[in-house]
């Protein structure tokens, strides 16, 4: 078959991108009568894959942008082309929703046949792993498997942002994870010729016995990697992470809550990252997002829709280990769920403070094309781990959090509730850090379910708390988060400029680093 790199992205026509609508076209009848033996007891040959894939490409390529044509080429190419057929497919497909997505077929008005559509190719991928069971295949280039993962995560991140009900793609994600994946072939180490007249201690030039040692150590498990050297404990290890991060996949479809899930998924993601990567000018040669994931987390960060937001932040962590904003952002879409989402959100705070322990400095670091690691906003909300990834984080809660941890699963259903909840505690107390502390939460949550609320008086009473005990004399760490708080919700008026640059003024000599952050 020809070369389908340019299938998905290439228009029909200047004058008609997406061309017309191929069910009209005998091309596409011929396509459908072999698909329907696919659900036809009766049909006098089964399915000729080499004739869909065939009729797939010329339909796409000549007549019109179909997304069922699509999943049909990708569902063809799996049959004949195994893999890279499937790789191949799905680029295609992930091409065509990027660069066709309001005009391609059927139309928008049309969308439950898309997600049909998508459906299709899911269950037929899902027939093949399971007919062939992909995790006891040969071991596969790692190239071919990262060309099936990242397109696959494309397709998802596309439709995760234009569809709130399309089909999830993570089962596919989970089965593409479950592929084994060839070691790359290293060279074998030069040693010196054996003089084989040399002789032994034994007298004579025969190989010698074998050590004890050597003939006591126990053999690994069938399927296990045995443990003899560095480059075989490297090895297990990244099968042992393999295997986390399909658990962890495994527990997000069974329990998209389960915090167990986040700690594994996190652990697998991040366990062998030894160093921050390196960088030039705090530029990495990391990949990032392309364009179209990084527009699929704005729109659902748009929406503010919960559960979808946490979903993608999910399965984009294992493609994007070093994109940190995929961490507060499912933070704040579990802190948003309440009590349901509490045990889940700590998880993420926890391991996320744990990595940023172990490479200092990571959150300023940008992918390949300049896109930071940690956006401001991020940046903010990691130095609010600062106490767990210094290791100093209490077993338990104290009283003080567990009323801010109350307030948080208050404010998920009950927000009048959680302000209310928030200013007893305020009252029940004397100690000014404590009494700071619980308004900087009342100021946050306010801020996080009602962004576009009248708020500037809940930042004026902040302020006022951190002037009446001058707590930027004593706790300057404390009154910079008291008055941090308080710029965000100020600067956002452009009637309170002055009132802004004045705090950003006083924020400035504590904390010039805190400062930056909020301007840039």
Not at 212 to 223: E, I, N, R, Y
């Amino acid at each position: 078959m020809n070369d389908l790199s340019g299938l998905g992205k290439q228009p029909i026509s200047d004058a008609q991108p997406c061309g017309n609508d191929v069910r009209d076209e005998p091309g596409f009848e011929l396509l459908q009568d072999e698909i329907g033996k696919l659900s036809n007891p009766f049909a006098n040959s089964s399915v000729d894959w080499n004739r869909v894939s065939a009729l797939s490409a010329a339909l796409l390529a000549d007549k019109g942008k179909d997304m069922l044509v699509a999943c049909y080429l990708a569902g063809g190419l799996l049959r004949t082309s195994g893999l890279p057929g499937l790789r191949d497919g799905l680029q295609v497909l992930a091409d065509l929703l990027q660069t066709h997505w309001d005009g391609l077929y059927p139309p928008l008005q049309r969308i439950r046949a898309r997600r049909n559509a998508m459906q299709w190719l899911i269950d037929r991928v899902k027939a093949d792993g399971d007919e062939r069971d992909w995790s006891s295949l040969p071991p596969q280039d790692a190239e071919l498997v990262d060309g099936l993962r990242g397109a696959l995560n494309a397709i998802d991140a596309i439709l995760v942002g234009k569809d709130d009900d399309a089909p999830s793609l993570r089962p596919l994600l989970t089965l593409t994870n479950s592929i084994p994946v060839a070691e790359p072939v290293k060279p074998p180490p030069e040693t010196p010729a054996a003089d084989t007249d040399a002789p032994t201690a034994n007298g004579n030039g025969a190989n010698p016995a074998p050590s004890a040692a050597a003939s006591t150590t126990s053999a690994p498990a069938p399927g296990q990697t045995p443990l003899d050297s560095a480059e075989s404990v490297e090895k297990a290890t990244g099968e042992a992470l393999d295997r986390l991060a399909e658990i962890g996949a495994w527990l997000a479809d069974a329990d998209p809550l389960a915090a167990s899930g986040f700690r594994l998924r996190r652990i697998a993601a991040w366990t062998a990252i030894e160093a921050a990567p390196p960088a030039h000018g705090g530029q990495t040669m990391l990949p990032g997002p392309v364009q179209p994931v990084q527009d699929a987390l704005k729109g659902l960060l748009g929406r503010l829709d919960n559960d979808s937001l946490i979903n993608f932040t999910e399965a984009q962590l294992q493609t994007f280990p070093f994109w940190l904003d995929l961490n507060c952002v499912a933070a704040q879409a579990l802190g948003r769920l309440g009590e349901r989402g509490e045990a889940a959100r700590r998880e993420v705070c926890n391991e996320t403070a744990r990595l940023l322990a172990r490479l200092p400095g990571v959150e300023d670091l940008k992918f390949a094309g300049g896109m930071p690691f940690a956006t401001a906003d991020t940046k903010q909300w990691l130095q609010t781990l600062g106490a767990a990834a210094s290791g100093d984080a209490p077993a338990a809660p104290d009283a003080l959090e567990q009323a801010l941890q109350r307030a948080r699963a208050l404010a998920a259903d009950d927000l009048g509730g959680a302000a209310a909840f928030i200013q007893q505690a305020i009252a029940q107390r004397d100690a000014p850090a404590s009494r700071l502390r619980l308004r900087i939460a009342l100021c946050e949550l306010l801020f996080e379910h009602r962004p576009g609320a009248h708020l500037d008086p809940f930042a004026r009473a902040l302020i006022a708390e951190v002037d009446r005990f001058e707590l930027d004399v004593w706790d300057a760490p404390l009154a910079i988060d008291g008055l941090r708080a308080a710029y965000a919700i100020l600067a956002r008026n452009d009637e309170n400029r002055a009132e802004a640059d004045a705090l950003l003024a006083r924020i400035a000599p504590l904390d010039a680093a805190a400062a930056v952050l909020l301007v840039t």
